[in-house]
C-alpha cells in the first residue's frame, strides 16, 4: 500500500518526496486545484532562529524539543531543498536574528512536486498517513471575520482526522501568525500589502482609543493578534512626517502606505479621523498620515499535538499507531510567539516520512 498523504503544500510535498527517496511509493491527495499551498503564496524565506535558546525566548510556549528539531534539522533541510533544484534567490534573511535562504516559491513547487511524484489535484483526502493540510487559518479567518491571508483550503481537515482518530491537542489554539493589511487584497499582493511598520505608528482603535500600550515585537505577530480582539479586527495607524521617512525591509514606511493606497485602503489625513487624536510622542512633525488596517491569518499556531517523529499523539502521550502529521497540522512549536513556518513544514515533512517509512514497513 502507498504511503498516502494529505495535502500538497510544503510539509505535504516534503515528506512525498522523502518518502520516495527512501523506496516508499506515495500518494498525495490536494484539496485544491493546485499545488504549493501557502508555499507558493509566501515569500519563500525558510529561516530558523540562530540558537535553541533564542527560538525558545521568542515561542516561549512551545514545546522546547520540537524546537530543537527544527534548529538542529533545518540546515540539511535547506540543502535537500536545493538538491531539488529550485533557485535561490538569497542566501540571507536579511535579519540579524535568524539565518535561512529565500527560494523562488514557483520554481520550489515545481521542484516539489516532481520529487513527490504522484500528486492528485482537486482530491480532498479520505483517509492519511501524513497530515499536512495546512492548519485551519481558512476557518478561523472566516469564523473570527478576519481577512485571510493564506490558501484558501485550509479549513483544519486534517486536524478533524487527527481528532476523530484520539489524537490531542497541542497549546496555542487560539493563536495564530498573519499580518495587518489595508483591506482584502489578491493572492499576488498578500507579500507587498504588508502593513508592517506599527513600530513607528500611534496604534488606535477605531473608537480613537489606543489598545496595544507597548512596543510591538519586531515581527509585529503581538500586534496583529492584538488587533484581531479590536472590533472588526481593524485599527488606525496613525504617523507622522517623521515615521513615513523609516526605512523597513520593504521600502520607507511611506512607500507601504502609498502601496496600501494603491490597492484601495482607506488612507486619509489625521485631521480627518472621525475621533481627535491624543497628545503623543509618536505625533511630533505634521503633517499626520491614517490608515486603517485589518488583522489577516497566515497560519494557525495551535494544531496536533506531535512528538519529535512527528507521530501523532493521544492525550496520555501515547503515538497513534501509523498517524503521523507535519506543517501547520502539527502544533505547538511556535506557541507564544512567531517563527518560520516553512522551516517547521520542511523538517517535520522529512521526518514524518522517514518515520513512517520504517515503522509501516514493521507493521507490514
Ligand atoms: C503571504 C505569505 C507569506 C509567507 N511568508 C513566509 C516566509 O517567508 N517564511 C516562512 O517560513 N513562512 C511564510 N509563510 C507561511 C508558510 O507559507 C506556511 O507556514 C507553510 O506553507 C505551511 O506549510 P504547510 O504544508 O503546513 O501548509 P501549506 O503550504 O499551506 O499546504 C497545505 C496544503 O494542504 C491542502 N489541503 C487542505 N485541506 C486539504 C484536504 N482536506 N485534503 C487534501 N489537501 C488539503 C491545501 O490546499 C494546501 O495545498 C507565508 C505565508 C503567506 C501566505
Same mark, same amino acid.
Given at each position: ?10 510539509? $505535504? ?17 490536494? %484539496? ?27 515561542? +516561549? ?14 540546515? *540539511? !533541510?535547506?540543502?535537500?531543498?536545493? $538538491? ?7 542566501? *540571507?534573511?536579511?535579519? +540579524?536574528?535568524?539565518? /535561512?535562504?529565500?527560494?523562488?516559491? &514557483? /520554481?520550489?513547487?515545481? =521542484?516539489?512536486?516532481? @520529487? ?17 493540510? $495546512? ?10 471575520? #478576519?481577512?485571510?491571508? =493564506?490558501?484558501?483550503?485550509?479549513? /483544519? ?9 484520539? =489524537? ?10 498573519? &499580518? ?12 507587498? !500589502? ?6 513607528? =505608528? ?7 482609543? +489606543?489598545?496595544?500600550? &507597548? ?23 496613525? #504617523? ?30 489625521? *485631521? ?8 503623543? +510622542? %509618536? ?48 502544533? $505547538? ?9 516553512? @522551516?517547521? @513544514?520542511?523538517?517535520?515533512? &522529512? ?14
Amino acid at each position: 500500500m502507498p504511503l498516502v498523504v494529505a495535502g500538497a503544500g510544503m510539509a $505535504g510535498l516534503a515528506a512525498a518526496a522523502r518518502a520516495r527517496e527512501l523506496g516508499a511509493a506515495v500518494v498525495v491527495h490536494e %484539496k485544491g486545484d493546485r499545488a504549493g499551498g501557502s508555499m507558493l503564496l509566501s515569500s519563500g524565506v525558510v529561516w530558523r532562529h540562530r540558537s535553541l535558546a533564542e527560538f525558545h525566548e521568542e515561542c +516561549p510556549g512551545g514545546d522546547p524539543a520540537l524546537q530543537r528539531v527544527v534548529v538542529d534539522g533545518l540546515d *540539511e !533541510a535547506l540543502d535537500w531543498l536545493e $538538491g531539488l533544484g529550485p533557485p535561490v534567490l538569497e542566501r *540571507e534573511t536579511g535579519n +540579524p536574528r535568524t539565518v /535561512g535562504r529565500r527560494f523562488d516559491t &514557483r /520554481g520550489l513547487t515545481a =521542484a516539489l512536486v516532481r @520529487a513527490a511524484g504522484d500528486v492528485r489535484l482537486g482530491e480532498a483526502f479520505a483517509d492519511a498517513h501524513v497530515l499536512a493540510t $495546512g492548519g485551519f487559518a481558512a476557518r478561523l479567518a472566516r469564523e473570527r471575520d #478576519l481577512l485571510l491571508r =493564506a490558501n484558501r483550503w485550509s479549513e /483544519g481537515d486534517g486536524l478533524a482526522y487527527g481528532l476523530a482518530r484520539g =489524537a490531542d491537542l497541542s497549546a496555542g489554539m487560539d493563536e495564530f501568525y498573519g &499580518r495587518n493589511l489595508p483591506g482584502p487584497v489578491e493572492e499576488e499582493d498578500f507579500v507587498g !500589502a504588508s502593513q508592517l511598520y506599527g513600530v513607528h =505608528a500611534l496604534v488606535l482603535g477605531e473608537d480613537g482609543r +489606543p489598545f496595544f500600550d &507597548r512596543e510591538p515585537s519586531w515581527s509585529e505577530t503581538d500586534l496583529v493578534l492584538a488587533t484581531a480582539r479590536q472590533p472588526g479586527g481593524a485599527a488606525w495607524y496613525v #504617523l507622522d512626517a517623521r515615521a513615513l521617512r523609516q526605512p523597513t525591509r520593504y521600502g520607507t514606511v511611506a512607500d507601504l502606505v502609498e502601496r496600501a493606497r494603491a490597492l484601495g485602503g482607506d488612507v486619509r489625513p489625521g *485631521e480627518e479621523l472621525p475621533f481627535e487624536l491624543p497628545p503623543s +510622542p %509618536k505625533l511630533q512633525e505634521a503633517p499626520f498620515v491614517a490608515v486603517r488596517v485589518r488583522a489577516s491569518v497566515t497560519h494557525t499556531i495551535g494544531g496536533l499535538r506531535i512528538d519529535p517523529q512527528a507521530r501523532v499523539l493521544d492525550a496520555e502521550g501515547t503515538p497513534i499507531g501509523g498517524l503521523y502529521a507535519a506543517g501547520a497540522d502539527a502544533g $505547538g512549536i511556535f506557541t507564544g510567539g512567531y517563527g518560520s513556518g516553512l @522551516a517547521a @513544514a520542511v523538517v517535520f515533512g &522529512r521526518i514524518a516520512a522517514e518515520t513512517a517509512v520504517e515503522e509501516l514497513a514493521l507493521l507490514g
